[in-house]
């Protein structure tokens, strides 16, 4: 599973950053995303092997 950061440019242009491997390969499926209104966060959630919930943080403030 791979996730890019996107945000709105000029011109009203929606650019997205270079994409980051948040899962390896597998039986993945069932991807969720929530971001944190007050700032920059993320958590991305998913099933993975067997059923299992798996998750990826990205902080605040990270590189984009």
Same mark, same amino acid.
């Not at 597998?26 to 993320?42: C, F, K, R, T």
């Given at each position: 599973?791979?996730?890019?950061?996107? #945000? =709105?440019?000029?011109?009203?242009? =929606?650019? #997205?950053?270079?994409? @980051?491997?948040?899962?390896?390969?597998?039986?993945?499926? @069932?991807?969720? =995303?929530? +971001? &944190?209104?007050?700032? &920059?966060?993320? +958590?991305? +959630?998913?099933?993975?092997?067997?059923?299992? +919930? @798996?998750?990826?943080?990205?902080?605040?403030?990270?590189?984009?």
């Amino acid at each position: 599973m791979w996730a890019a950061r996107g #945000f =709105l440019a000029s011109g009203r242009r =929606l650019v #997205f950053g270079a994409p @980051e491997a948040v899962a390896g390969p597998g039986q993945n499926s @069932e991807g969720n =995303l929530a +971001v &944190d209104p007050s700032g &920059d966060g993320a +958590v991305a +959630v998913w099933r993975g092997a067997g059923g299992a +919930v @798996e998750y990826s943080i990205r902080a605040p403030g990270a590189a984009r």
